[in-house]
């Protein structure tokens, strides 16, 4: 019996024989460090199960660089979905499932999904943003009091008109979950020996890598924090060499990508919202039969209550991303510190950069936006969503609603 954690070139072995969507929903159904044999075993045991029947509908899923090691860390639900999906149609819906920067990217993903290459895709919607513009409208600063006022977003009713319908009029998109964190200023090595960070004034002058959001920039440039757009891919490296002082982003990210051991820092602004979305083709979607499209819905509202509880678990238990932090989790293990932000330092920050208090920054993206949505204040209506729930409401606690009934 082997005992040491399965390798990369194990993970092939076992994938050339069962396929590696079968693989990889095997290892995500056991999780954590697995042997040679269990992983086959799993694997065999899914292949049987997804291939018992001939499927009516194929459907290939592009997850940038999400895969079955890093979805354990941020756990944005992408495996539990392509399970959950073939298990409920008894095989009718087939889904291939392609990560590690295979099939797309964070920044061309969305592209691919609307150009017909992929049918499904995974990315943060901050980066999709680039090649469907209307998820700007989630990226508002300070919009979002907590990631708990994310997931109840995500689960109104009004999120259809807001949200969802605007996506497929305008990009042939239809959003389906998402996790949710809060962004903030991720700081690289210069970092290191400096004091822990208090507050946004500390931060002025430095050089921040920007995804694909326009808001995001917005927001950034009013705190002073120059936002240089560098493809997700490439940030590593830019906080490896140095070439900037820190990143936009939020604190699974910095775990799951293996950015913790050149994150001396990681400043909890919270500015903006940080989702990893899945969303699929409307036209794929429209195509199907009532029956399947019940399904993938049904599904979709089934793992966003798993994102929702266990994302929240592996902040703690696996990221570190707490003050203080659990021993043995990412952070910890890197020396990566959490610089918490009190509520009055952040409020200086929303002062300084929201629509709220200064919105004649705002002004000409937020008309587009909400022309875009047929008429609808984007802005002031997720906002007043935002603060239906108290601001303390932990995440886990937040009802799940069916958002399309």
Not at 36 to 60: C, D, G, H, I, Q
């Amino acid at each position: 019996m082997f005992t040491h954690k399965i390798s990369r070139r194990d993970l092939i072995k076992v994938a050339g024989r069962y396929g590696l969507s079968s693989t990889l929903l095997g290892a995500a159904t056991l999780g954590g460090a697995l042997t040679l044999p269990e992983l086959a075993a799993a694997a065999n045991s899914t292949y049987k199960k997804r291939f018992k029947n001939t499927p009516k509908v194929k459907l290939k899923f592009g997850a940038a660089g999400l895969n079955e090691r890093n979805l354990l860390i941020e756990r944005a639900g992408c495996l539990q979905f392509v399970n959950d999906l073939e298990e409920r149609t008894d095989g009718a819906i087939r889904v291939e499932f392609i990560g590690s920067n295979q099939l797309c990217g964070q920044l061309n993903c969305v592209k691919k999904t609307m150009q017909g290459i992929t049918d499904i895709y995974a990315s943060s919607t901050q980066n999709a943003a680039g090649g469907a513009p209307y998820l700007n409208v989630l990226d508002y600063a300070y919009v979002f009091p907590g990631s708990s006022a994310i997931y109840y977003f995500l689960y109104h009713p009004d999120s259809e008109k807001i949200l969802r319908e605007p996506m497929r009029r305008r990009h042939n998109i239809q959003f389906l979950f998402s996790h949710a964190e809060l962004r903030g200023i991720m700081l690289g090595l210069k970092w290191k020996d400096k004091p822990t960070v208090t507050s946004v004034e500390q931060l002025a002058g430095s050089k921040n890598r920007v995804t694909g959001t326009q808001l995001g920039r917005i927001a950034m440039n009013l705190m002073k924090l120059n936002p240089v757009p560098i493809a997700w891919e490439e940030t590593l490296d830019g906080l490896k060499q140095g070439l900037i002082d820190g990143a936009e982003t939020w604190m699974s990210a910095v775990a799951y990508a293996n950015m913790s051991p050149v994150v001396s820092q990681c400043v909890d602004l919270r500015f903006f919202c940080g989702t990893e979305h899945t969303a699929m083709s409307s036209k794929v979607f429209d195509k199907l039969s009532g029956d399947l499209q019940d399904a993938v819905m049904e599904s979709a509202y089934t793992t966003q209550i798993h994102v929702q509880g266990v994302h929240e678990a592996s902040l703690v238990h696996t990221c570190g991303a707490t003050n203080p932090q659990m021993p043995d989790t990412i952070f910890a293990k890197h020396g990566t510190r959490v610089a918490n932000i009190s509520t009055s330092e952040r409020r200086k920050a929303e002062e300084m950069c929201s629509p709220e208090f200064q919105p004649q920054h705002w002004e000409e993206w937020r008309e587009r936006i909400n022309k875009w949505s047929g008429g609808i204040d984007t802005y002031s209506s997720i906002y007043k969503i935002a603060r239906e729930i108290p601001a303390d409401t932990r995440a886990e606690n937040v009802e799940p609603r069916r958002w399309w009934k």
